[in-house]
C-alpha cells in the first residue's frame, strides 16, 4: 500500500461524513446545472411567443429549483466545515499519540520545534487536504463532466472549442504539482527550523543577554526565515502560474464563445437562448476547473506534508511495554562490559562493567560528559542499542517490562520540569490519594 492511500485509510473513521458531503454537493450540482437549461428553454418560449402559462410555470419551476439548490448550498458549507475541523482533531490526536509512543532517545535527538509542527501545522495541511480534498474532487470532476455533457447537447460544435484547452491545461498542471509537492516538502522543513529557533534562543535568553549576543542570535533568525521564504516564494511562484493559466482560459475562452455562436445563431443552426444557456455554463464550467486545479494543488501541498507525517507515524516507535517480566523488587544491578555511543560520536561509555546489590549504597562520580547521565538512561531503558549486558535480579533489562521497572525505580533529575497547575496536581496526575498520603509525600521531599 502506498504512503498516500495508507494516508487516506487514516480518516476511513469519516466515510459516513465524506459521502453525506458527496451526496449533498451531487445534489446541489445536478439542481444548479439544470437551471441554465431551462432559462434556454424560457428563452426559446419568449422568441417563439408562447403562452404566458408556460413561461410563468417555467419561471416557477427555476425559481423552485433555485431556493433547493440554496438550501443544500447551505447545509454542504456545514458540513464541509464540520467535517475539516474534525479531519484536523483527529489527525492531531493521532500525531500526539504517535509522540507519546516515541522512544525517549529518538525525542532527545529530535527538535521539539520540529515535532510541534509536525502535529500542530503538518496535521492541519494533511486532514484538511486528505479528507475533504477527495470527496471534493471526486464531486468537482462529476459536475465538469454533466455540465461538458448538457454543453454537447446543445452544440456540440462549441463544445470542440471548450476542449481544445484541455490537453494544455493538462500538461501544464501535472508539471506544476511535481514541482508543488517538491517545494513544499522543502517548506515544512525550513518551518520546523523556524519553530527550534524561536524555542532555543527564547530558553538561552538570559545566558544571550549575559554576553550581548542578541545581533549574533538575530542574525541566526534572519537566516532561517530567509531560507523559509525562499521556498514559500516558490510555492506562490508555482501557484500563481496556475492561477493565470485559469484566469486565461477563464478571459479568453468566452470570446471565443461568443464570437463563434454568434455565427451559428445567425445561420440558424442554435438558437439565442441556445447561445446564452451555453455562455452561462461557460461560468458553471470555470468553478469546478478552478475548484479542481487549486485541491489538485492542495492535495499534492497535502502529500508534501504526509511524507514528514507518516513518518512520524510508523517510524521509531517504542514498544508497547519493553518486556515481558514483571519484577516486584530490585535485589541486584550489574553492568557487565556495557559500551555505547550517540550515533557516530565518540563513545559515551566503553566496557563498563559493576555490581550492587540491595543495602549498598553507591556514588558514580565523574566530570561532566563522562557518561553519569548515560548510565542512568541506559538502566531506565531509555536508550537501546548499546554493547554488553545490563541485568537486574540476574534478568536482561530488555525482558523486563518498563512499566514494572518504573515502579522500583526512582529517578530525581537535576532539572525538574513542572507542568502546568498546582503543585497537589503534579504530585497526583492521574493517581487517587487521600490527602494525607499528599501531605506526607510533601514532608518526605521536603517540599513543605
Known amino acids: 500500500m502506498t504512503p498516500y492511500r495508507q494516508l487516506i485509510a487514516l480518516f476511513a473513521a469519516f466515510r459516513r461524513q465524506q459521502f453525506l458531503l458527496l451526496s449533498l454537493i451531487l445534489t446541489e450540482t445536478v439542481l444548479t446545472v439544470s437551471i441554465p437549461f431551462l432559462i434556454k428553454h424560457l428563452i426559446d418560449k419568449i422568441t417563439e411567443s408562447r403562452g404566458r402559462e408556460a413561461i410563468f410555470q417555467l419561471g416557477l419551476l427555476i425559481i423552485a429549483i433555485s431556493l433547493c439548490a440554496v438550501v443544500i448550498n447551505v447545509i454542504q458549507h456545514y458540513q464541509w466545515h464540520k467535517l475539516r475541523?474534525?479531519?484536523?482533531?483527529?489527525?492531531?490526536?493521532?500525531?500526539?499519540?504517535?509522540?507519546?509512543?516515541?522512544?525517549a532517545a529518538f525525542l532527545k535527538k529530535n527538535h521539539s520545534g520540529d515535532i510541534l509542527t509536525k502535529i500542530i501545522d503538518d496535521g492541519v495541511i494533511v486532514a484538511q487536504h486528505l479528507s475533504i480534498g477527495i470527496p471534493m474532487l471526486i464531486a468537482n470532476a462529476f459536475r465538469l463532466l454533466i455540465i461538458l455533457v448538457v454543453m454537447l447537447f446543445i452544440s456540440p460544435a462549441l463544445t470542440l472549442v471548450v476542449l481544445t484547452v484541455v490537453p494544455f491545461y493538462y500538461i501544464l498542471f501535472n508539471y506544476l504539482n511535481k514541482k508543488l509537492r517538491?517545494?513544499?516538502?522543502?517548506?515544512?522543513?525550513?518551518?520546523?527550523g523556524i519553530l527550534n529557533a524561536v524555542q532555543e534562543i527564547l530558553n538561552g535568553i538570559d545566558t544571550i543577554k549575559l554576553f550581548n549576543k542578541e545581533s549574533f542570535f538575530s542574525s541566526i533568525f534572519s537566516q532561517k526565515l530567509d531560507g523559509h521564504f525562499h521556498f514559500v516564494k516558490r510555492n506562490l511562484f508555482f501557484n500563481s502560474i496556475?492561477?493565470?493559466?485559469?484566469?486565461?482560459?477563464?478571459t479568453m475562452l468566452p470570446v471565443a464563445i461568443l464570437l463563434t455562436g454568434s455565427s451559428f445563431v445567425l445561420e440558424h443552426s442554435l438558437s439565442l437562448?441556445?447561445?446564452?444557456?451555453?455562455?452561462?455554463?461557460?461560468?458553471?464550467?470555470?468553478?469546478?476547473?478552478?475548484?479542481?486545479?487549486?485541491?489538485?494543488?492542495?492535495?499534492?501541498?497535502?502529500?508534501?506534508?504526509?511524507?514528514?507525517?507518516?513518518?512520524f507515524l510508523h517510524h521509531d516507535v517504542e514498544p508497547e511495554d519493553g518486556g515481558a517480566i514483571h519484577i516486584d523488587s530490585i535485589q541486584s544491578i550489574e553492568f557487565r562490559n556495557v559500551s555505547f555511543a550517540y550515533d557516530s560520536a565518540a563513545p559515551a561509555l566503553t566496557n563498563l562493567s559493576f555490581a550492587a546489590v540491595a543495602g549498598d549504597k553507591v556514588a558514580i562520580v565523574g566530570r561532566s560528559g563522562s557518561g553519569k547521565t548515560?548510565?542512568?538512561?541506559?538502566?531506565?531503558k531509555v536508550y537501546d542499542g548499546y554493547d554488553g549486558e545490563i541485568f537486574i535480579n540476574n534478568i536482561d533489562i530488555r525482558q523486563i517490562s518498563r512499566s514494572s521497572l518504573y515502579k522500583r525505580i526512582s529517578l530525581v533529575e537535576q532539572n525538574v520540569f513542572v507542568f502546568e497547575g498546582s503543585v497537589k496536581e503534579n504530585i497526583l496526575f492521574d493517581n487517587r490519594l487521600e490527602d494525607a498520603e499528599v501531605e506526607e509525600i510533601l514532608r518526605v521531599s521536603q517540599v513543605k
Open 242 to 250: 496556475g492561477t493565470g493559466a485559469t484566469t486565461f482560459i477563464i
Open 374 to 380: 548515560t548510565l542512568i538512561n541506559l538502566l531506565m
Open 273 to 311: 437562448g441556445g447561445l446564452i444557456a451555453f455562455y452561462s455554463y461557460l461560468a458553471y464550467l470555470y468553478e469546478p476547473i478552478n475548484n479542481l486545479s487549486d485541491y489538485q494543488m492542495g492535495v499534492q501541498t497535502a502529500l508534501g506534508s504526509s511524507d514528514r507525517v507518516f513518518d
Open 182 to 192: 517538491e517545494t513544499s516538502k522543502q517548506e515544512r522543513v525550513g518551518f520546523s
Open 85 to 103: 475541523l474534525m479531519s484536523i482533531k483527529h489527525l492531531r490526536a493521532m500525531l500526539f499519540e504517535a509522540a507519546m509512543k516515541k522512544r
